[in-house]
């Protein structure tokens, strides 16, 4: 069974749905638990083809994920015309680009009074998420992006999508976007079960219009910071965790797109024998790091927390867990530590980690 429900924790936090309108459109939200005045909300956007349950549900009701879930409230977003049952949207509808999905963020934290988030994308939503934090800064206090792929599409991959849509359906296309050639060769029950939700619980005209808007991005142009040279760059401001799995097909343009942030507050995070959907097919191992993450801005210093294996990948890539919250001055080390660490040493770890599964 790919979307579990293993949690037997007696924590229900209140659950509201309503579509939140902003100038680009309506964006369906799911919120649970109550906001705080001294906690962000994590905020999640899903990756295309996918809607809030899809991408997030088997992660958030995962047992282990409780103790995030007691202490932050979570808001799921999910695109126009994204959500299940969706009506097809009207043929006056413009849908909206990658940059106006993100600006139409700002209207979501608006009408719930957010102060900030943390916010949680995959794909397209990492995107999204990942340029409402380069245009506000102030709002967003991390990022924890899967599968974030900042580039545009080249000459030739826009002629190449052009043959894909007039040789393959909407769901293989959909699928070869998620998963990796070797997951769909030999995970046929992970497959068959998210082309199934793809086919039936979403609207296929409305899909094909976000993969559409996706496949025509703009670069976000982010730059790393050069100690001694030029520190006024665009890049991210706030701490970011970036997540793929080995087997993913965006394996190679996130290990990129590392390269070009801030060392100083990035994490790169590549899980072994993990394919594109690391929230679903290693869930326990992406709360793990998810907690870690949190810990190390300043939160969930009481938590519960299992051992997470993790071994050095690449010297050339850094790995700092400090954020805008931490409650004490940290030593930045330069030095090689086990991800495990982290929590009990009060660290910054100068590393990229690969989970050990």
């Known amino acids: 069974m790919v979307l579990e429900n293993d949690c037997d924790s007696v924590f229900n936090p209140q659950i509201t749905e309503e579509h939140v309108e902003t100038q680009y459109g309506n964006l369906h939200c799911i919120m649970s638990g109550t906001p705080k005045a ?6 999640t956007f899903h990756d295309v083809g996918l809607n809030y349950k899809s991408c ?3 992660l958030f009701n995962h047992q282990d994920m409780q103790e995030i879930n007691r202490h932050f409230p979570v808001c799921h977003i999910e695109a126009p015309g994204q959500h299940e049952a969706a009506k097809t949207l009207p043929a006056a509808y413009t849908y909206p680009s990658m940059d106006q999905l993100s600006e139409a963020l700002a209207s979501v934290l608006k009408h719930f009074g957010f102060r900030s988030i943390i916010g949680l994308g995959v794909g397209a939503g990492a995107y999204i998420l990942a340029r409402f934090a380069l245009n506000h800064p102030d709002l967003v206090d991390g990022l924890v992006l899967i599968n974030i792929n900042p580039n545009a599409k ?13 040789t393959q359906t909407l769901p293989d296309a959909v699928i070869a976007n998620l998963f990796g050639k070797d997951e769909i060769q030999t995970n046929h ?3 068959a079960t998210y082309r199934h939700l793809i086919t039936t619980t979403m609207n296929q005209s409305n899909v094909s219009q976000f993969f559409r808007s996706y496949n025509h991005r703009n670069a976000l142009d982010v730059e790393r910071p050069i100690p001694g040279g030029n520190i006024n760059v665009r890049t991210l401001k706030c701490a970011a965790l970036l997540i793929v799995g080995d087997n993913s097909p965006a394996v190679d343009v996130v290990v990129d797109c590392n390269s070009k942030l801030n060392p100083t507050t990035t994490t790169l995070l590549k899980m072994a024998d993990c394919g594109g959907l690391p929230q679903v097919d290693q869930p326990a191992k992406v709360i793990e790091a998810f907690k870690y993450f949190i810990q190390g801005m300043g939160y969930l210093s009481s938590a519960s927390m ?3 294996r993790s071994r050095t990948t690449s010297s050339s890539s850094l790995m700092s867990l400090d954020g805008p919250r931490s409650r004490e001055k940290r030593v ?6 086990s991800m495990d660490s982290i929590s009990s040493m009060n660290q910054s770890v ?3 980690t690969e989970v050990a599964c």
């Open 38 to 43: 001294n906690h962000p909300v994590i905020l």
């Open 56 to 58: 997030f549900e088997s």
């Open 154 to 166: 080249g000459l030739m991959d826009t002629f190449a999508n052009k043959i894909t849509e007039w």
């Open 189 to 191: 029950d992970l497959i």
């Open 306 to 308: 299992t051992r997470l």
């Open 332 to 337: 930045r080390s330069h030095t090689d530590v």
């Open 350 to 352: 100068s590393k990229a």
